[in-house]
């Protein structure tokens, strides 16, 4: 059995105003075995498409490889922008070495309300996942669930969007949820169903599953 811990503590900062929120990097993170263009950070795994999402959509002329200036490159950026990452698993076991959320057991989870006080300006959290199993808004569902609290809909339209309230001491707080497609290549099927993606591979047959998160990401990292 393996033992898959959470490689890096949230990058949080009291300025920021959103959070992104996933599940646990690749198990070779936690090992500290990484590949030649794997960066040392949060979303570094050279097969993940968050910072290549990112790159796109800010310029941002990023390195892909594992070096202090690929990291701090990526630091900049968030503070830059106000984004902290929180991702909501602290660890997980695994029969089988690999990074599928379904193989995680016996999870234990990241107190999200403890990071949302020391971030009291955060009004927003971005999911890279939905709410299929061992997914970031599925874990945050049974977290809330704990709390006695839970999610409202906002839009059930893809990427749908939650709101939740919760208080500290006598002030209430509302946060948005988002629950972005997956940035992984194990998402791309479901991409490729969507009726929109369709539509647009249609319009453009050049057009990608990597042009559709673009797309879908852009409005909510951009405002």
């Known amino acids: 059995m ?20 996933g599940t646990l990097p690749p198990p070779r993170f936690t090992k500290g075995a990484l ?41 900049d950026f968030l503070l830059k922008h106000k984004i902290g990452v929180c991702d909501i698993v602290a660890s997980a076991e695994r029969h089988k070495i690999d990074a599928s959320d379904l193989g995680m057991q016996n999870i234990k989870l990241r107190d999200l309300l403890y990071y949302l006080i020391k971030c009291p300006k955060v009004d927003t959290l971005l999911f890279t996942g939905g709410n299929s199993k061992n997914g970031p808004e599925y874990f945050f569902r049974r977290f809330l669930k704990e709390h006695k609290l839970k999610l409202r809909v906002i839009s059930n339209i893809v990427p749908r969007t939650h709101e939740f309230e919760f208080s500290k001491a006598t002030k209430m707080r509302t946060i948005k949820t988002v629950s972005l497609t997956a940035p992984s290549g194990a998402a791309n099927r479901a991409v490729g169903s969507m009726d929109l993606y369709k539509k647009l591979k249609n319009e453009n047959p050049d057009f990608t599953t990597f042009d559709f998160r673009v797309m879908q990401y852009r409005p909510f990292f951009e405002n």
């Open 2 to 21: 393996f033992l898959h811990t959470h490689p890096y503590e949230p990058f949080i900062f009291p300025e920021a105003t959103k959070l992104i929120v």
């Open 35 to 75: 590949k030649e263009d794997d960066v040392d950070f949060c979303y570094g795994s050279r097969n993940g498409q968050l910072w290549p999402i990112l790159d796109q959509i800010f310029k941002l002329n990023l390195k892909y490889e594992t070096t202090q200036f690929a990291v701090q490159q990526r630091k």
